[in-house]
């Protein structure tokens, strides 16, 4: 079953979810050595990570010594990924991957820590394609104008009435056997 897109709850995600401290956390005691260091950046990186999703884009800011801010437009979003592992699956989490036309193999954002992956994902798509999702899943195809039916009808007839006398002309032509060579 695919998740509901509610693009208020959305618009109204601010932080990471704290599972994302944990996974910091295990990240920081695998690496044991470097968990003097690594640990104050995940702290810091983890307090100061804040979303921000609006109309026009997303945004993405953290740090506190070197302040990083990253904007995107939702039309130059080019592709979204879901990434996790083991641990984040076991969190409940995943890396959302946004990337654009940059140029750049890797991804432009990576959203972290946030539990409704699959939605904020379909949000996401939904914006960077400029569909409304429920408008969409309510209102019927659109029906072409009765005289754009009539012009196709009309040309179709045309190209059945040619294509059979294409197939009359060739098959009045006498066939070559396999084993003849072609002129």
């Known amino acids: ?3 509901h897109c509610d ?3 959305i618009q109204q995600l601010e932080r990471p979810h704290r599972s994302l401290w944990t996974y910091y956390l295990l990240n920081g005691l695998v690496l044991l050595p470097a968990a003097p260091v690594l640990l104050p950046y995940f702290y810091f990186r983890y307090r100061t990570l804040r979303y921000r999703f609006t109309e026009e884009g997303v945004s993405m800011s953290w740090g506190v010594l070197w302040r990083r801010q990253i904007v995107l437009n939702y039309a130059r979003i080019q592709d979204i990924h879901l990434q996790s592992n083991v641990v984040e699956r076991w969190l409940g989490l995943a ?3 946004i990337q654009t036309a940059s140029g750049n193999a890797a991804a432009e954002m990576t959203l972290e820590g946030i539990k409704e992956f699959e939605s904020v994902r379909d949000f996401l798509y939904s914006k960077m394609r400029g569909i409304n ?3 969409t899943a309510t209102s019927p195809p659109p029906v072409p104008p009765a005289e754009v039916t009539d012009e196709l009808a009309v ?4 190209l059945a009435v ?3 006398a294409v197939r009359a002309a060739w098959g009045d032509r006498p066939t070559a056997s396999p084993d003849e060579p072609h002129a």
Do not use: F, G, H
């Open 1 to 3: 079953m695919k998740p």
């Open 7 to 9: 693009e208020a709850a």
């Open 95 to 97: 890396r959302i991957m």
């Open 133 to 135: 999702p429920v408008s």
């Open 155 to 158: 040309a179709l007839r045309e």
């Open 162 to 164: 040619e294509l059979r």
